[in-house]
Each structure stands twice: as C-alpha cells, then as structure tokens.
C-alpha cells in the first residue's frame, strides 16, 4: 500500500491545519492508522492512532484536546485535524500503517507503511 500525506504548511500560532493520508494500492479499512511527527534534531515522535473502524483512538499527551484523527475508509484516507497549534508543534508530519486492524504501538518501528511526510510550520 502506498501512503500519500498533504495539507501541512504554515500557520500562526492558534491555527489551525487538517492533514489528510490518503492509501492506494489496495483498502486501508483493515489497517491501524497512526501519525508520528520528527521535529529537526530530535527522534519520530508518536502523535496518534486510529483503529480499523474508528473507534479506538489513542493521542500524545502533547496534543490530546487539540488534535482529532479521523478516518473515511470509503474514501480511503485519514485525516489529522490540528487546532489550537502551537511553535512547538512544527515538525515533518508522517502517516504511517500496519496491517492489523487493531495493533496499537508508539514504536514507529513496528509500522510497515509509511507516508512521504509533510511539513507543518507553526510562528509564534
């Protein structure tokens, strides 16, 4: 499966962004989605995760309240609502995939798919 991610770039803070993550190849509607993020210098970082039907959701201490995952498996994409963003928010924004519709780790490492990335700059 190839992961295609958009809609980062550059926003004050406060903003808003909704990234989106979208699947080819074949349906992602078996798959546990997540997000990570890598700011320059520092490791991926886990952002959140999205069971197969939506219905379990897990998030970073960091942006639980403020962000939103979501998912349209119809469509075959993930989305990434960010509100409320803050500078320390900027990062290169990844989707990532396993195939297992209800796997649940904060290890990037243990994601088989990932997406090419997408730059979210937040100025203060």
């Known amino acids: 499966v190839q992961l295609q991610a958009s809609g980062g770039g550059s926003v004050q803070a406060g903003g808003s962004l909704r990234l989106s993550c979208e699947a080819s190849g074949r349906s992602l509607s078996r798959l546990v989605m997540v997000w990570f993020r890598q700011a320059p210098g520092k490791e991926r970082e886990f952002v959140g995760s999205i069971n197969w039907n939506g219905i379990r959701k897990n998030y970073a201490d960091s942006v639980r309240g403020r962000f939103t995952i979501s998912r349209d498996n119809a469509k075959n994409t993930m989305y990434l609502q960010m509100n409320s963003l803050k500078p320390e928010d900027t990062a290169v924004y990844y989707c990532?995939?396993?195939?297992?519709?209800?796997?649940?780790?904060?290890?990037?490492?243990?994601?088989?798919?990932w997406g090419q990335g997408t730059q979210v700059t937040v100025s203060s």
């Open positions: 990532a995939a396993r195939d297992d519709s209800n796997f649940y780790s904060r290890d990037p490492r243990q994601y088989d798919y």
